[in-house]
């Protein structure tokens, strides 16, 4: 049985409130809102499924910073519901000792890491240190690799299955819809991330530039 760490456990409790209080509050979103959340998803790969995945936990027009930490947390929420989903067809499969069993098992361990590097990726920026720019550029990094690496090994896991036939069609369609869904709301996270942090750096040259000034 896995352990599960206190923080862990918190963080996964504040999740699901995320959740529920977005679900609720989505139906009592502004146009103002709306509308930051299209103008902001138009700069990701896949805009309406970012518009439709945040537009329920953004009620007011919000700061990009904001948002990118939504949509990080949308995609870990995706992650480990996949997780879940490919962790029980692994069990079946391992059961009946079924000879593709290895194939899902290197999925479920590529997803695994995905939830990890998400995990890391919504901590790490949720304690974002803004007013140090070293520090600030040590995180950007860490969570653009991180999410590049998400990317990484949900394509591998959905081209290692390609040529296999386990648990029928159904199964494999499945699993291959759920990541690609993990790999395009990390997509749009990590491009979501990218525009609030060339803000951030455009703000800060903007604000030393006053400072030298006077």
């Not at 386990?166 to 525009?195: C, D, E, M, P, R």
Request: charged residues 20%; proline residues 1%; positive net charge.
């Amino acid at each position: 049985m896995e352990k599960i760490t206190l923080s862990l456990f918190l963080f996964l409790f504040n999740i699901f409130i995320f959740t529920f209080v977005g679900t609720v509050e989505g139906a009592r979103a502004q146009p103002r809102a709306n509308k930051f959340v299209e103008s902001q998803c138009r700069r990701t790969r896949y805009p309406k499924l970012c518009a439709e995945s945040l537009s329920n936990y953004i009620t007011t027009a919000s700061e990009p910073q904001k948002l990118a930490h939504a949509a990080l947390k949308v995609s870990l929420l995706k992650a480990i519901y996949t997780r879940t989903y490919v962790k029980n067809v692994c069990k079946q499969l391992e059961k009946t000792k079924a000879k593709d069993y290895q194939v899902v098992k290197d999925c479920l361990d590529q997803i695994s890491n995905g939830v990890n590097l998400l995990f890391n990726s919504v901590e790490e920026l949720q304690h974002l240190n803004l007013d140090k720019e070293s520090e600030f550029v040590w995180h950007r990094s860490n969570v653009q690799t991180w999410l590049s690496t998400v990317l990484t090994d949900a394509f591998t896991c959905m081209d290692g299955m390609s040529s296999y036939k386990f648990g029928g069609y159904k199964v494999k369609a499945t699993i291959k819809a759920k990541v690609l869904n993990v790999a395009q709301v990390t997509s749009n996270a990590l491009a979501l991330f990218n525009g609030y942090a060339v803000r951030h750096k455009a703000s800060h040259h903007s604000n030393s530039g006053k400072i030298n000034k006077h």
